[in-house]
């Protein structure tokens, strides 16, 4: 069986890093990626938004360097969480990222040309720690 996913999108609002109880770095982000699908003789956009959890030294990285409308190109895997809510069964389908790299800003001469600041890595990757 094979388990793996590619997306490029941009976050659709600012990461958010908490950790777990084993004090390990978590981040949940949202991410849209467009499609565009023909129609006949027309060309539709398609937006999808799509949940995805990154752990680890990543998940740091990803806090210190993105925000809301930055480009991600995201690799990993699959998976379903199922819960509980008010007596009915609740799933969605989420990514559980392996690689996460961080896609350059059309004005990223403008963010990185004073030297004050460090470029972001161009990629980062770590597995899920469990």
């Known amino acids: 069986m094979f388990n793996r996913i590619i997306l490029v999108g941009n976050l659709t609002k600012d990461p958010e890093l908490r950790y777990t109880p084993q004090g390990t770095p978590v981040v949940n982000m949202r991410i849209a990626v467009n499609s565009r699908i ?19 030294k990543q998940a740091e990285n990803i806090t ?6 930055s480009g991600v190109l995201v690799e990993g ?31 990223a001469s403008a963010d990185y040309g004073s030297g004050d600041e460090t470029p972001p890595p161009e990629e980062t990757t770590e597995l899920e720690p469990f």
């Open 38 to 56: 023909k129609q006949g003789n027309e060309f539709k956009d398609e937006t999808l938004f799509i949940d995805t959890v990154v752990f680890g």
């Open 64 to 69: 210190q360097y993105l925000s809301k409308g």
């Open 77 to 107: 895997r699959l998976k379903e969480r199922r819960w509980e809510y008010e007596g009915q069964q609740k799933s969605k389908f989420e990514v559980i990222a392996s690689t996460v790299r961080f896609l350059p800003r059309k004005d």
